[in-house]
């Protein structure tokens, strides 16, 4: 555990004041805040978190902000339940997610992957897991994985659109929560309950399963237990490793060396550039444990969890590119050459702990109060072989509370407050960001008004952030107001129309500020700017949803006017031999479309075929007119799905389009299309609970670059992969 650099005065009295918020919320002392319910309905009673649930026009359970049954500012919703999460279960988030409308994926390697939202990624897009952050550093640099392992969610929150501020500034693009059962929500009916996943795939040689058991030790007390563990070993791929523009520039290089007579250096570039079938260096190895219990009494709950996430995985380097110190001598230099031929790898291990309660309040002017605590203490260690490169500490907390109105027929809301603390530390010969400390401050409100066919929607967020470095001596401070307003039409047969008008605000991040070194992983020199301002964004989006006839829909369309927009962009400079990456800030516009229809074919009760299409596209551009950087193509998916009682098969086609609108120093990336191929059987007749599914992805083995990936003239998709799993739960 790390302490000499962690504000221990500070922390301990974060964590005693919200303990002692949450311990506010246990249930014996709410005895007579709200009458008791019988054994039978506190069983029946499923006791979420910090949301309300409703099913939506499609049958998914779509989530929320606790106390506000319609929040359609949240018009960008989309839901995984377990079914979604099995049939493109990956190890990381992001690419579990890419087949959603206006998600895309950083892709940097099996090992690291996180969520691109309409464009936006790193400190635009928040990844959540039950409300909180993960307190990792999986925003500060595309090459960090997400403490969060999909085996165990019970589904997967896809948020797009301004009232994702809820969650943060940081939440300027959207956010992805993702929800598990570390924290119980229920006392099962069963004296054990079990849920597991088990899964298998050719292209990464995947052997992994995960397990989470639940027992209730009375009506209204609950533990539970979960782990999981996953292999992969080098991922395989189409073709060649390279982009047709690397392999050239790689070949050209070794033609110099060897008229230079550098026969061997001349091999080694060859030998880079055909390399082919296999992705070097990607093999992964994940496993984790969590253990938590909840007291469950009506509508009052408590709960607590603590967890342990580890994984190692490879990092693959740019073929050709050598790595120095640039500090050392000759014969350092010399020595540095070699280094730069070690494999690079990363070893992660987090601890956390997490608290969540819920007090019913009576019948005053609230109804319930939610209160989260999250803490981590997380170590990230990058290799250079067996040597360590540099490590990276972080110890954070952050806490949320919302007071949920009572519902009216024509007014519903609820107002919080969120804080959040960060100590980062890093040492070693590539500590590119030095030691810092983030706090932030904020309060909310969400609102909705209106009862009939019209309905006013508000949501205002005032956040104040303080990032300190203590070595560079330089201490920025931020406040911040976010809002936005909409007007929702709601129709017969759950039609729903409306727009959007937002105003956000988001603080640069310390790594933005402060950042000036080698970063090994990424293999680039990253230089941030001090003097950055807060960023700002006029945003106005409409959107349409609901059913057609027997189509169901949703589709939205958005601009966004950025002020100070904070972008990573190259200089064509070099630092210690590395490319050199530098913060900006410019104003940017972004305009983007996105959806989805879902039609019946043919449906005779029995049987049901089913039409399913979708598709985002994407233009962002600086001031000038010039592309910003890593923009998604347009994108579209086809599909058609057959469904039965027990079984379900699913054939797909998803296109990406050529991306050649690119910023200076980005190369642009070819179009392709990946075909996949899937069957579900549910053998128990009346029982979902076991799923056998088989299937393909990228069946004709094409080579597929994903262009909001920092890595992907060197790292493309996987190859065709064959895939089994089973779901079970009992």
Not at 283 to 302: E, K, Q, V, Y
Not at 456 to 481: H, K, M, N, Y
Not at 488 to 510: H, K, M, Q, T
Not at 688 to 714: C, M, P
Request: charged share 25%; aromatic share 10%; no cysteine.
């Amino acid at each position: 555990m790390k302490s000499s650099r962690f504000p221990q005065v500070t922390s301990r009295n974060a964590i005693a004041s919200v303990l002692a918020l949450g311990m506010v919320t246990s249930p014996a002392l709410a005895a007579d805040a709200q009458p008791q319910d019988s054994d039978a309905e506190a069983q029946e009673r499923v006791v979420d978190d910090v949301h309300d649930r409703r099913v939506d026009y499609q049958g998914n359970i779509v989530v929320t902000a606790a106390g506000l049954e319609q929040l359609d500012i949240l018009a960008g919703t989309s839901v995984f339940e377990v079914e979604e999460i099995q049939q493109n279960l990956a190890g990381q988030i992001g690419e579990v997610l890419v087949k959603l409308p206006g998600v895309s994926a950083t892709s940097f390697s099996p090992g690291a992957s996180r969520p691109v939202l309409r464009g936006f990624q790193g400190e635009r897009v928040r990844v959540l897991t039950d409300g909180l952050g993960t307190i990792d550093v999986s925003n500060t640099s595309v090459d960090h994985a997400t403490t969060i392992d999909p085996l165990t969610a019970e589904r997967i929150e896809v948020l797009r659109g301004p009232a994702v501020m809820l969650y943060g500034s940081q939440a300027i693009g959207g956010a992805v929560n993702v929800i598990d059962k570390r924290i119980p929500r229920r006392v099962p009916d069963e004296p054990v309950h079990v849920d597991g996943l088990l899964s298998w795939n050719s292209a990464y040689d995947l052997r992994e399963g995960g397990a989470s058991i639940d027992v209730p030790l009375s009506d209204r007390f609950v533990v539970h237990v979960d782990g999981t563990y996953r292999e992969t070993n080098d991922m395989e791929i189409a073709g060649f490793q390279l982009s047709p523009v690397l392999r050239a520039e790689l070949l050209e290089e070794a033609a110099e060396e060897e008229e230079e007579g550098e026969l061997d250096e001349a091999a080694e570039l060859r030998e880079a550039a055909e390399q082919r079938g296999v992705l070097p260096n990607s093999a992964t190895r994940t496993w984790t444990a969590n253990a938590g219990f909840a007291f469950i009494d009506g509508d009052n709950s408590l709960g607590v969890a603590i967890g342990w996430y580890d994984t190692r995985y490879g990092v693959p380097t740019r073929p050709g590119a050598g790595h120095h110190h640039g500090e050392e001598g000759e014969e350092g230099a010399e020595e540095g050459e070699e280094e730069g031929e070690e494999l690079v790898s990363i070893d992660l291990e987090q601890f956390r702990a997490d608290l969540r309660g819920e007090l019913a309040l009576g019948d005053g002017l609230f109804s319930k109060l939610i209160t989260r605590l999250g803490y981590s203490d997380y170590t990230h260690t990058e290799f250079e072989g067996d040597e360590v490169g540099t490590t990276f500490d972080v110890e954070g907390i952050e806490a949320r509370v919302e007071l949920v109105q009572q519902e009216t027929r024509s007014w519903r809301g609820s107002v919080g407050a969120q804080y959040y603390h960060r100590d980062f530390f890093a040492e070693g010969a590539e500590a590119y960001v030095p030691p810092n400390i983030t706090d932030q401050f904020a309060l909310f409100t969400l609102q909705e008004f209106g009862s009939g066919p019209f309905q006013v929607e508000a949501a205002g967020r005032f956040e104040t952030s303080d990032v300190e470095s203590q070595p560079l001596g330089i201490e920025r401070d931020f406040d911040t107001l976010s809002g936005a307003l909409g007007l929702i039409y709601e129709g017969d047969e759950a039609f729903r129309a409306g727009v959007n008008l937002s105003r956000a605000e988001r603080a640069p991040s310390a790594e933005e500020l402060f950042s000036n070194g080698p970063h090994i992983a990424t293999q680039a020199f990253e230089i941030g700017d001090p003097d950055l301002k807060s960023e700002r964004a006029l945003g106005v989006e409409g959107f349409i949803r609901g059913r057609l006839g027997k189509a169901e829909f949703n589709f939205a369309v958005f601009q966004n006017w950025f002020d100070n927009y904070i972008y990573l962009t190259g200089t064509g400079e070099e630092e210690d031999e590395l490319p050199v990456f530098v913060y900006l800030q410019d104003d940017a516009d972004y305009f983007g479309i996105e959806g989805e229809i879902t039609y019946p074919l043919y449906d005779n009760g029995d049987f049901t075929l089913l039409a399913d299409l979708r598709g985002d596209y994407i233009r962002a551009s600086l001031d000038d007119g010039s592309p910003i950087p890593r923009i998604p193509s347009l994108s579209l998916l086809g599909a058609l799905e057959a469904q039965t009682a027990q079984f379900d098969v699913r054939g797909e086609v998803q296109w990406f389009a050529e991306q050649d609108r690119v910023a200076e120093f980005e190369t642009a990336t070819a179009d392709f299309a990946l075909v996949n191929l899937s069957l579900s059987w549910r053998p128990l007749r009346g029982n979902d609970g076991v799923s056998l599914l088989v299937g393909a992805d990228n069946i004709f083995d094409v080579t597929g670059r994903r262009h909001a990936s920092f890595t992907k003239e060197f790292v493309p998709l996987a190859g065709r992969n064959l895939k089994a799993s089973v779901r079970f739960s009992f």
